[in-house]
């Protein structure tokens, strides 16, 4: 069974910074591309960034691009994404997910964690 869960989400001060890790299992690990999404109450989930080791491609949206870092740990079947200077906007419940390559829309999804950033 293929199974994504992310953890690392809380509460921080504006500023701050927090490491979100996605533990995979179920599925071949360095055949796929990770990417990590976010959506806040009310709006669109949004792709914020993903890596694909096999492709050597890495990628961020604008809003998170300088402060946000995707890396990936195939010994551990593990990605995370490193933030910070987090701002109050970065509030959102995060989800990480799965497929062949980088897309909008992914195969395998995670339940998500939640990230508050408080001002």
């Known amino acids: 069974e293929v199974q994504l869960v992310e953890s690392g989400g809380g509460l921080v001060q504006a500023g701050g910074s927090l490491r979100l890790s996605c533990a995979a299992s179920?599925?071949?690990?360095?055949?796929?591309?990770i990417g990590w999404f976010r959506q806040a109450p009310g709006k669109e989930r949004e792709r914020i960034s993903c890596?694909?080791?096999?492709?050597?491609?890495?990628d961020y949206t604008d809003s998170v691009k300088g402060r946000f870092t995707i890396s990936s740990d195939n010994a551990k079947n593990t990605v995370y994404l490193q933030m910070n200077k987090l701002k109050p906007e970065d509030t959102a419940v995060y989800y990480c997910?799965?497929?062949?390559?980088?897309?909008?829309?992914?195969?395998?999804w995670g339940k998500g964690t939640l990230v508050t950033v408080s001002s």
């Open positions: 997910a799965a497929d062949y390559y980088c897309s909008n829309r992914m195969e395998y």
């Open positions: 179920g599925f071949t690990f360095d055949d796929y591309a």
């Open positions: 890596i694909s080791s096999s492709d050597g491609y890495i």
